[in-house]
């Protein structure tokens, strides 16, 4: 590793230090960096999934989505009727041999069934009905009236609705949909882990940019109090001296700048990993850790397309969305057929009533029904009287235009979809090898800055000895100066650079979270 320059003034002369590393300029700077606690990439990634806003935004559809997949099993759950009703009915008679002017009807009744639509397309409800009634009439034998009847009807589709796919298309549908949203969610959660990681390293960037400009401020600074000491000694003009301040008062605006840069990144970050005024990294200060080197491995072209086509989950998701335009398909097919439907119900129904006399042109007679509730009701169980029906209803619309345009829809929709998919992999691969360029070029500028930094350091090393000699000026020594800090910067750069397109290569790919062993919840659909 190159050794580090930095010149200060002992007695009137110069004296050349060589640092191994840029630990000294952080002396200089214990009010921002030196004791701040370190935060890892790893602890910064997993903070942000678990606490960042957007991100618990994201994961709040999956529930949602599993819900709507609840509201669709439930079109298959069994449902409870029953209800009571009481009637009264008073209307005129023109019966002539009424005894009464009106004809008087009252009831009070009751029905309760259960009601259930199976996934094969059969609907089935069974009901009991049961009442009470009296009415005024002269030849109603039984008076109170109790009726009872049940009733179990069935229609069964056997073109239109028919057959488990058909009936269960929504809810399959949904089920998708669910897992479409567990998908986003994975794909939200590792475009914010890359968004971390990013600006994690522009903040470790900035933080040794401004270590960097903290030294230099401070070579100036040793440079200026060596030249007044020779201007005291009337070695050199007041111009060194001068030249020399405004070097250090120029540097130190740039000391201030990337401060700036520092803070400005550190408080995005906070942002970012959802940081609150309750944590303590809210206020306190805090670096990164040191920034990989170029000693990094990564996949080469082929594997890293062919993993990203098996792990992204924006790529899984729009396969689940085609997945889906075919059973759209599928069901838009079966609404073109006509509808033809079996209809069946069986029925029993039982009577009683309380006995009663009837006489009619010198005759009269009872019923057989007589008895107690109890007794309409038994006589139903033994299916006394009773009843069914069977049929067929036909139903078909002239021309099934609607039907025809929403399968026709359905196929374009599923173009659509192929065709999303189709660009999402060629953006993945441009993405892949976009990150790849970045990466091996960013190695080629570690490579190039790192002998940038070793030629500034021999130049500077250099034109020191023939300041010290009284070959050179001021004007140089800054020249060189900066030369050596803009070569270390630029190496920095290109680390991060590096760092950065490997951020961008592991996400494009659909693993950058497992790269740091942090697994993001996700949650089953049902």
């Known amino acids: 590793m190159l050794q580090r320059i930095l010149l200060v003034s002992v007695t009137g002369f110069l004296v050349i230090f060589f640092l191994s590393n840029p630990a000294s300029a952080q002396e200089n700077n214990e009010d921002i960096l030196a004791g701040a606690k370190v935060l890892t990439l790893q602890s910064a990634v997993a903070r942000g999934i678990q606490y960042n806003l ?4 994201e994961e709040l559809n999956i529930p949602i989505s599993q819900e709507n997949v609840t509201v669709e099993k439930a079109e298959f759950d069994p449902v409870i009727e029953m209800g009571i009703s009481s009637l009264e009915e008073k209307t005129p008679t023109a019966i002539a041999f009424s005894d009464d002017d009106f004809d008087k009807y009252r009831e009070t009744g009751g029905d309760i069934g259960i009601r259930k639509k199976f996934q094969f397309g059969l609907e089935s409800k069974l009901s009991l009905k049961t009442n009470r009634s009296m009415n005024n009439s002269s030849v109603d034998a039984l008076r109170p009236q109790y009726r009872n009847i049940v009733f179990l009807n069935f229609t069964q589709p056997l073109l239109r609705d028919f057959g488990t796919d058909v009936n269960t298309a929504k809810l399959r549908m949904n089920q998708n949909l669910a897992s479409q949203t567990t998908e986003g969610y994975m794909d939200r959660a590792q475009r914010i882990g890359e968004e971390i990681e990013l600006i994690y390293y522009d903040l470790a960037e900035a933080q040794e940019i401004l270590r960097y400009r903290i030294e230099s401020r401070e070579l100036a600074r040793n440079l200026l109090e060596g030249n007044k000491e020779k ?3 009337g ?6 001296v001068q030249e020399a301040e405004t070097a250090m008062v120029s540097r130190d605006e740039q000391v201030i700048f990337a401060r700036q840069q520092v803070e400005t990144l550190a408080n995005q970050l906070r942002d970012l990993l959802g940081i609150r005024p309750v944590d303590t990294l809210y206020k306190e200060p805090f670096v990164t850790e040191e920034i990989p080197g170029k000693k990094q491995t ?5 594997q890293t397309l ?5 792990k992204r989950p924006d790529i899984q998701k729009q396969r689940i969305a085609i997945a889906n335009q075919n059973i759209k398909l599928e069901y838009y097919a079966n609404q073109k057929l006509p509808r033809l439907d079996l209809e069946a119900t069986l029925g029993a129904n039982g009577l009683s009533g309380g006995e009663r006399t009837v006489s009619f042109a010198g005759d009269t007679a009872s019923s057989s029904h007589e008895g107690d509730y109890m007794d309409s009701l038994s006589r139903m169980s033994e ?3 009773h009843e069914w029906y069977a049929g067929l209803r036909f139903s078909y619309p002239l021309g099934n235009r609607a039907s025809q345009a929403r399968y ?3 196929g374009m ?10 660009r999402l992999e060629e953006t993945t691969e441009k993405e892949v090898k976009n990150s790849l360029v970045t990466v091996n070029r960013s190695l080629e500028r570690i490579c190039v800055a790192e002998r940038t930094e070793e030629l500034a350091e021999i130049t500077l090393a250099q034109e020191m000895e023939r300041l010290k000699e009284g070959l050179s000026d001021t004007f140089r020594v800054l020249i060189f100066q900066n030369s050596v800090i803009q070569a270390r910067i630029r190496k920095t750069s290109a680390i991060v650079d590096f760092n950065q397109g490997l951020a961008n290569l592991y996400r494009a790919m659909g693993t950058n979270l497992k790269r740091y062993d942090i697994v993001a919840d996700k949650p089953l659909t049902s």
Not at 306 to 310: D, K, V
Request: hydrophobic share 50%.
């Open 306 to 310: 062919a993993i990203a086509l098996e």
């Open 298 to 302: 990564f996949p080469d072209l082929e």
């Open 235 to 240: 070695v050199v003009p007041v111009t060194e």
């Open 54 to 57: 957007d991100l618990q935004v």
């Open 231 to 233: 201007f005291a000694a």
């Open 383 to 385: 299916a006394d009287g």
């Open 413 to 422: 929709e599923k173009r659509q979809a192929v065709y999303r998919l189709k």
């Open 408 to 410: 026709r829809r359905a």
